[in-house]
């Protein structure tokens, strides 16, 4: 008599779960991957307007934006010139994988992942000459991908 008490408990726990399995799929308030969903389209950088062509604009009375893109193994735009005492925002992304992009000696250092565009803003002070180093391993030639900000 007990073996249809369990049949019956065994057939309730599994509808149970493929409910909340649907319910986390489509009830409300519920969204499976906004959190995960790229800020850009990392293979088609080509098309989008921050990035076809990276760069540095001048954004306001001494404010200036900075496109660039890193991939294997360099960053664009090489070198990077923005001009002394302003405030540079740079927006970076990757157009492969994950690399890092770090203005050595300062502390201008963030991660760069594809689909996303990571954003520094700094301060520039006198004309000065900086290497960027990527610091995240992104493939063979990872040690000798650097590139250049040329502050004048
Ligand atoms: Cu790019 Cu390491």
Not at 50 to 65: H, I, K, L, T
Not at 85 to 91: A, D, E, L, P
Not at 111 to 132: F, K, L, Q
Request: net charge negative; proline share 5%; aromatic share 10%.
């Amino acid at each position: 008599a007990y073996e249809k008490l369990w049949l019956a408990a065994s057939v309730l726990l599994i509808l149970f779960l493929l409910g909340s399995v649907t319910y986390g799929a489509v009830g409300p308030g519920v969204a499976m991957v906004s959190d995960s969903e790229p800020a850009i389209d990392a293979g088609a950088l080509d098309e989008d307007d921050r990035f076809s062509e990276p760069r540095v604009e001048q954004v306001g009375e001494n404010e200036y934006a900075a496109y660039v893109v890193a991939r294997q193994f360099g960053f664009q735009p090489d070198p990077i010139v923005v001009p002394a005492n302003s405030t540079v925002t740079f927006y970076v992304t990757s157009a492969d994988v994950i690399h890092g992009f770090e203005v050595a000696g300062t502390n201008a250092n963030t991660m760069v992942v594809p689909g996303e565009v990571s954003e520094i803003t700094v301060e520039t002070d006198g004309p000065a000459e900086y290497g960027i180093v990527c610091n995240e391993y992104c493939g063979a030639a990872h040690h000798a991908m650097e590139g250049k900000l040329e502050v004048v």
